[in-house]
């Protein structure tokens, strides 16, 4: 059983490393936000690996004392058969002492290696979770950078090309106005040159 979490993890822990070599091939923010969400599931589903790891050690730990318990009543039990003699006692009470011995003594190696086992996953438990941190901090990074990508063409647009363009445009608008106000100015001066003229013939056919 500890092996087939042990295998799990490291395939888990093989595709982060992959998601994190491969990122930079790819549309930095679409695909880091991909990779992030796909690694945060398999980190969380590893925790649950690692949780169940320490539980069966746990178990382990139970059998072991439980064995032990068993052990130390059947060998009292066999020194009190071998005073009484009885050699059927004897021989139940000496295989009882033999076969929890193996148990302990299968328990002992089982837990030494569950534990270091269990070290190892949560090295590389924690590992995978800094990986994780690191792919948050470049995607920050990677969302400030398009920020002043998207800022300096903005920019650019109006102190450049399209600036150039409008201040044209408006210096054309302005002329237009310009020539405007001058047609009225004039229209309306020979609006008055035509009023005093006809004002001087009325006056002149009024004195003939």
Same mark, same amino acid.
């Given at each position: 059983?500890?092996?087939?979490?042990?295998?799990?993890?490291?395939?888990?822990?093989?595709?982060?490393?992959?998601?994190?070599?491969?990122?930079?091939?790819?549309?930095?923010?679409?695909?880091?936000?991909?990779?992030?969400?796909?690694?945060?599931?398999?980190?969380?589903?590893?925790?649950?690996?690692?949780?169940?790891?320490?539980?069966?050690?746990?178990?382990?730990?139970?059998?072991?004392?439980?064995?032990?318990?068993?052990?130390?009543?059947?060998?009292?039990?066999?020194?009190?058969?071998?005073?009484? %003699?009885?050699?059927?006692?004897?021989?139940? *009470?000496? !295989?009882?002492? =033999?076969? &929890?011995?193996? @148990?302990? $003594?299968? /328990?002992?190696?089982?837990?030494?290696?569950?534990?270091?086992?269990?070290?190892?996953?949560?090295?590389?438990?924690?590992?995978?979770?800094?990986?994780?941190?690191?792919?948050?901090?470049?995607?920050?990074?990677?969302?400030?950078?398009?920020?002043?990508?998207?800022?300096?063409?903005?920019?650019?647009?109006?102190?450049?090309?399209?600036?150039?363009?409008?201040?044209?445009?408006?210096?054309?608008?302005?002329?237009?106005? %310009?020539?405007?106000?001058?047609?009225?100015? *004039?229209? !309306?001066?020979? =609006?008055? &040159?035509?009023? @005093?003229? $006809?004002? /001087?013939?009325?006056?002149?056919?009024?004195?003939?």
């Amino acid at each position: 059983m500890t092996n087939i979490f042990k295998r799990f993890f490291t395939t888990v822990e093989a595709e982060v490393n992959f998601a994190l070599d491969k990122k930079e091939s790819k549309n930095p923010a679409v695909m880091l936000t991909k990779y992030l969400h796909d690694a945060e599931k398999q980190v969380t589903a590893t925790g649950k690996l690692l949780a169940r790891q320490a539980q069966l050690k746990s178990k382990l730990e139970q059998e072991l004392a439980t064995a032990t318990t068993m052990l130390t009543k059947r060998e009292a039990q066999l020194k009190l058969a071998e005073q009484s %003699d009885e050699q059927d006692l004897i021989a139940f *009470a000496a !295989q009882e002492v =033999s076969i &929890y011995q193996n @148990r302990k $003594a299968t /328990l002992e190696d089982s837990i030494t290696l569950t534990a270091s086992q269990y070290l190892d996953m949560e090295r590389r438990y924690e590992e995978m979770k800094h990986k994780i941190k690191d792919m948050r901090v470049r995607q920050l990074q990677l969302m400030g950078k398009e920020n002043v990508t998207r800022a300096n063409h903005t920019m650019n647009n109006i102190l450049q090309g399209k600036a150039d363009s409008a201040l044209q445009n408006f210096e054309s608008a302005e002329r237009y106005i %310009d020539n405007l106000a001058v047609d009225i100015t *004039a229209g !309306q001066q020979e =609006s008055m &040159y035509e009023y @005093r003229l $006809a004002k /001087l013939q009325q006056q002149s056919e009024k004195v003939l």
